[in-house]
């Protein structure tokens, strides 16, 4: 597995991402988070006045402890202590409710942002899906998001209360004394010197750091679903192996990240301890220069009581710097998980230009055809047009494919002048090797992939002037590969079609030939399905979804390979049901056993994007072409 170079390959913090968070949690909370700012606002300042309190009592103390006039020295203090224990009182109930709020706010922002993923992700083109690793994305909604939520529960908040404290106690610093704060100002100096070298190292590392996690979630998700794969080749060795290496790799970032980080405290802490011991012997100095208050440049008079308070005032701005300094790292990260997260937001959906919708239908006794608010087990397209007319279609199944070509990737054609007539109630089969197209011309016809060149027709009506959500309604589909979510068996069947009754989902299982297995279960229809149908058989698990595609009942069946997991005595069983269930509709179907498409109208045969024989089972045989070789096995279809 070669190794991703994540100098090139890492998550940016781009620009403008900081700035859109904020917004979006105004936004989200308009009154909330000013209340939150608020009490933060209040909370900070509130930490910054005993200082100013230390020197009314230091001085009070200094002007009238020589004279023995206690009295009048009480008569100050006192109310200054009264209103101080108030004013923590106070500021403990604001810190209560800054606490609250910022829960809320930080839990309901992660539940919006997580809703406009999953809704906007819903939205993508299977493309999205086929490009990006599924583990990858999973790491958007659990590794990202928690980076997200520490900078909206802690980071920010810290920094606006740092920074308020930091900024106030600058202010006071200046105004007891600017000579001291000259020398505070080059120990921060120093510090912002020191925070940026060490806080520039970890960041890329930081940044590096959301890449290897994502590298390895979607690892191991991949190695989850692949394990009877895995185990069946004996490839666990080489499978930790490879996990191996990825983890080294996810160590590494974490450990440069976290050397540096872990680094930047201490340091920033200790010249901060240095400070105090610098401005502690500068003010014993400064108070003993007999003429130091004509030149301090103080508002008021230098002396003890602006000294000891000052010292208390370093060490909180010093804490406070150090508080903010700590946060960059998280800012980093949070800000290249958020770039992620909004990536996933960003995501262009796919595109819908369709206005032709599918509507419940009545046939009068001349054939005018109405719109129904009712179910009428007929259905129309309604054709709306420029000059404001409305014409309706009556949904036959007639789908069409005019020399149309295709291409996954620019310059890779995939299809290739093909051409398909499927008329209403035909079933056509498609047959060929692996790669040469079948199921990508399934694919063309629900547009889950739009067609490079060509045309293709539904009724008449061109598919891209078709609603994308209203031409998958009218398709049924069952594909090789099995889906089952989890939910009784009847859930899973029902989700074909939400509002059938549960007569209707057993008469759908009943008709390809589930009824019997699933009335032997546990609960019978009741039965709990989960993991993807782990607890059935490869065979029930296609039933079902075989059974999930006929309560649909749509006029259009695609059946890619719907039987392969199917064995040849339950297979028989499942042929009936299907031949019921393909009645009256146009059926496209995908087989390698050449067995199963003997009764189908047309048969077309693929290679490399081509059609290179049609025509019926007989004729095929007849013209002793490919189609002939492979039935007989003159060669594989492989």
């Known amino acids: 597995m070669s190794k991703p170079d994540f100098k090139k390959g890492r998550p940016p913090v781009k620009k403008g991402v900081l700035l859109r968070v904020v917004k979006m949690l105004f936004r989200d909370y308009p009154r909330l988070v000013p209340i939150t700012i608020a009490c933060i606002l209040f909370a900070a300042l509130v930490s910054t006045i005993p200082a100013i309190f230390l020197q009314r009592i230091t001085g009070t103390i200094e002007a009238y402890a020589p004279t023995g006039d206690y009295a009048t020295a009480a008569k100050i203090i006192v109310p200054d202590i009264i209103f101080l224990i108030v004013l923590y009182v106070i500021s403990v109930a604001v810190i209560t409710l800054d606490n609250q709020l910022t829960a809320i706010i930080t839990q309901g922002f992660l539940s919006k942002t997580r809703i406009r993923m999953f809704r906007g992700m819903q939205n993508l083109p299977i493309k999205y899906f086929d490009t990006h690793k599924h583990g990858d994305i999973m790491s958007y909604y659990t590794n990202d998001l928690d980076t997200l939520r520490e900078l909206i ?9 740092s920074g308020i404290i930091v900024l106030t106690v600058f202010g006071i610093m200046i105004y007891y ?6 020398i505070l100002v080059v120990g921060v100096v120093v510090m912002m010197l020191v925070s940026k070298k060490l806080a520039g190292g970890s960041a890329k590392y930081f940044r590096g750091l959301q890449g290897s996690i994502a590298e390895l979630e979607g690892y191991v998700q991949e190695m989850m679903n692949g394990q009877r794969v895995v185990k069946i080749f004996g490839r666990e060795k080489r499978c930790g192996e490879e996990f191996d290496d990825i983890n080294d790799r996810l160590r590494n ?5 976290n050397a540096y980080s872990n680094v930047l405290g201490p340091v920033i802490m200790n010249i901060g301890n240095v400070m105090y011991v610098i401005i502690a012997t500068v003010g014993g100095i400064f108070l003993l220069i007999p003429n130091f208050r004509n ?15 000052f010292l208390n005032m370093t060490k909180q701005f010093t804490g406070n710097v150090n508080q903010l300094s700590q946060q960059i790292n998280s800012i980093v990260m949070a800000l290249a998980g958020a770039s992620r997260v909004f ?8 595109a819908d230009d369709g206005y032709v919708t599918l509507v419940n239908a009545s046939v009068d006794e001349n054939g005018v055809i109405t719109e129904s608010d009712t179910r009428t087990g007929k259905w129309a397209w309604k054709h709306p047009h420029s000059d404001g007319s409305i014409t309706y279609t009556l949904l036959r199944g007639d789908v069409r494919m005019n020399e149309v070509d295709f291409e996954y990737e620019e310059g890779k054609p995939v299809l290739k002048d093909v ?8 079933k056509v089969a498609f047959v060929g090797a692996t790669g040469a197209g079948k199921t ?3 694919n063309l016809i629900n547009r889950y992939y739009d067609i490079a060149d060509g045309k293709i027709r539904y009724d008449g009506i061109n598919i ?3 609603k994308k959500s209203d031409l998958r309604r009218s398709l049924g589909i069952v594909l090789q590969e099995t889906n089952l979510f989890t939910g009784s068996v009847l859930d899973n069947i029902r989700y074909g079609k939400l509002d059938a009754t549960d007569e209707e989902c057993m008469a759908a299982a009943k008709l390809v030939g589930a009824h019997d297995f699933i009335t032997r279960m546990p609960e019978g229809y009741s039965t709990e399905i989960s993991g993807n149908g782990s607890n059935l058989s490869q065979g029930q698990r296609q039933l079902i979804a075989i059974a999930r595609a006929a309560v649909a009942d749509p006029p259009v069946m695609i059946l890619d390979e719907a039987t392969s997991s199917i064995d040849t005595r339950t297979e028989a069983i499942v042929q009936a049901g299907m031949d019921k269930l393909m009645e009256n509709r146009t059926v496209f179907v995908i087989a390698h056993r050449l067995s199963t498409v003997r009764n189908s109208d047309v048969i077309m045969v693929l290679d490399h994007g081509r059609i290179i024989e049609r025509g019926s089972h007989e004729k095929l045989i007849a013209d002793k072409g490919v189609y002939y070789q492979l039935y007989t096995g003159a060669f594989e279809l492989e």
């Open 177 to 182: 004394s600017v000579w001291l704060t000259l």
């Open 440 to 442: 990508t011309i399934t």
């Open 464 to 466: 891209n002037k078709i």
């Open 253 to 257: 970032q974490s450990f440069r990240a």
């Open 295 to 309: 030149i301090s440049l103080s508002a008021i008079p230098f002396g003890i009581s602006i000294v000891i308070p």
């Open 419 to 426: 051409s398909v007539y499927a008329e209403p109630g035909q």
């Open 343 to 350: 990536d996933l937001i960003d995501e262009q959906p796919e």
């Open 153 to 161: 529960s802690r980071s920010m908040p810290t920094i606006l209360r």
